[in-house]
């Protein structure tokens, strides 16, 4: 069955870090994939998405995600994060070229100490 | 431009209750999906609507869960006889076409008593 698996539930760690969170999907065919951000009590916000080209995009708010087709992969990063960035973050996925529904990884919480 | 108008943001019912759920897409989306989200779940597709069409609910309760997308007026995602279960976030997104990113509401926070 398709699925988007998110590994991490809960990161924390300091500004100034570095951040990866990792995606993954199981799915042979094409796909786009989209990384959103859900601050508190607000509503999901895309950072990226990625449907043809370039395997690394970047976003907004100075992250960026690499597709890696071989591993099923599309992991966010960003080089330092701020405090301002503490907020869950989901990966999603349009399982096939034509395909308007997504599907959703159960989300990273990520929560930045100043 | 006003994004993704979804209310009310809180809503509040009794087991046995209706809850009645709106969504005003962006200006010139013509295309409507709800999501829920459960807690420590992420979001789950419930349906597709375009203007008086619904064209996929396939993640609907087979049971006391509709929806609707009116010629005029706001999407309406509507819960009879609300039980704890259906405590959740439901979020609606509109899209200009069926592909591409879509904008999300801020969603409705549903909570059964």
């Known amino acids: 069955a398709q699925s988007v698996s998110q590994h991490n539930h809960h990161v924390i760690l300091s500004e100034a870090a570095s951040l990866e969170l990792g995606c993954n999907y199981s799915?042979?065919?094409?796909?786009?994939l989209f990384w959103y951000v859900q601050y508190p009590g607000q509503h999901l916000q895309l950072l990226l998405k990625?449907?043809?080209?370039?395997?690394l995009v970047k976003g907004i708010k100075g992250f960026e995600a690499e597709f890696i087709k071989s591993k099923f992969s599309f992991n966010l990063r960003k080089p330092s994060v701020q405090w301002s960035d503490t907020a869950e973050y989901f990966c999603a996925v349009h399982f096939g070229a034509g395909s308007y529904q997504l599907t959703f990884g159960k989300g990273t919480k990520l929560s930045v100490i100043p | 431009n006003a994004g993704v108008m979804q209310n009310p943001r809180h809503l509040v019912r009794r087991r046995g209750q209706e809850a009645r759920l709106r969504c005003s897409p962006m200006?010139?989306?013509?295309?409507v999906y709800w999501y829920r989200q459960l807690p420590e779940e992420g979001l789950k597709f419930m349906v597709y609507l375009q203007k008086e069409n619904i064209i996929d609910e396939s993640g609907m309760p087979k049971e006391r869960f509709s929806a609707e997308f009116p010629k005029e007026g706001p999407s309406i995602l509507r819960i009879q006889q609300v039980v704890r279960g259906d405590s959740a976030a439901y979020f609606c997104a509109s899209s200009p076409g069926q592909h591409g990113g879509y904008t999300f509401g801020s969603g409705t926070r549903l909570t059964v008593v």
């Open positions: 200006k010139g989306h013509s295309h």
């Open positions: 990625y449907f043809s080209g370039d395997p």
């Open positions: 799915y042979g065919g094409t796909v786009n």
